[in-house]
């Protein structure tokens, strides 16, 4: 079956799916972006979403940074991806990505007077690291996270993706999962497409949003957990150093889910293996996801009647 991708109001094949190559995002980067998870639970025969009103709020708080604005509520727009979602009838896990953006026009950076435009489309999605349940080797990047006051990694701003794909690349030609990539000052920010976790004597940390993170949903996830599981955890300042020292190290992220790490630079973290903490986060998250935990519930969007 041919996938449908909703833009601009309506349904088009996945090959009629295309921008114009005048489109100011194309250019200059002016989109912003989201995405969501969904599972498909084969035992309930139901696809549920992940989080879906936290990733639609998100989108439209980082469209007025870019002084984007659709006509539609953010109930609509969420009502869309729904739909989506229900007319591909993709039995599988699949990803969503919507994107909103500035469109064709003359060249000139101002982007007034061009359409906002926005498609939504969905693709399947299995594992995003290969190696996500015997853990990740990860690098330090010898690129710098992208600070807030320069290009805001706080949303998903598809210019700011260009520091994400350099360090991504160096990681991968390197012979590495992923690179974690640090702020301009030298402190730990977060992966390429990940936010980073770490434990210490059973203290679970990760970085301040201030320290140039995405305000990641499977973050904030992971730190409602930690407070039902009774598990310790700070937002702190972490030191590069702090890493090569940590008992456990995991990454959070939608595509990314909850993946351990088990080396940085070549450094063995803890005893190599995936330490207890990250091991119960990672379990007690999958579940919830995939709409297994009546805890949850209210996380999951289910799409079928
Ligand atoms: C740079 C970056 N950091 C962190 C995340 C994790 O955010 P979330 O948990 O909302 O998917 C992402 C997600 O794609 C990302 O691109």
Excluded at 115 to 133: L, Q, R, S, T, W
Aim: net charge negative; proline share 4%; charged share 25%.
């Amino acid at each position: 079956m041919s996938r449908t991708v909703l833009m601009n109001g309506a349904f088009v094949g996945w090959d009629d799916a295309t921008v114009h190559v005048s489109t100011h995002a194309l250019h200059y980067g002016t989109a912003v972006f989201e995405g969501i998870r969904a599972y498909y639970n084969a035992k309930k025969e139901q696809t549920f979403i992940v989080r879906l009103m936290m990733h639609v709020d998100r989108l439209y708080r980082n469209m007025r940074v870019l002084r984007l604005a659709l006509p539609l509520s953010t109930d609509a727009f969420a009502e869309a991806i729904v739909e989506v979602v229900r007319r591909n009838a993709l039995k599988e896990d699949i990803y969503i990505r919507p994107i909103v953006y500035w469109g064709a026009g003359a060249v000139g950076l101002h982007p007034f007077g061009r359409a906002n435009e926005y498609a939504i489309y969905v693709e399947p999605m299995g594992k995003y690291f290969e190696d996500i349940d015997v853990g990740l080797k990860v690098c330090v990047s010898s690129w710098a996270r992208v600070s807030d006051n320069a290009l805001p990694p706080t949303g998903k701003f598809a210019g700011a993706y260009v520091n994400s794909v350099l360090a991504k690349v160096e990681a991968l030609q390197n012979g590495y999962d992923e690179a974690i990539l640090l702020t301009k000052d030298g402190f730990v920010s977060e992966g390429s497409g990940e936010n980073v976790f770490l434990v210490r004597d059973g203290t679970v940390l990760t970085p301040l949003p201030s320290d140039d993170i995405l305000l990641g949903i499977t973050r904030d996830a992971i730190i409602r957990l930690c407070h039902d599981r009774g598990f310790d955890i700070a937002e702190r300042r972490i030191g590069r150093s702090e890493l090569y020292a940590a008992d456990e190290l995991f990454l959070t992220g939608t595509a990314g889910e909850v993946a351990p790490i088990t080396s940085v630079d070549g450094i063995t973290i803890g005893d190599g293996s995936i330490g207890p903490i990250t091991k119960v986060l990672k379990e007690t998250y999958f579940n919830a996801a995939r709409g297994n935990d009546e805890c949850y519930r209210d996380w999951v969007t289910p799409v079928f009647e």
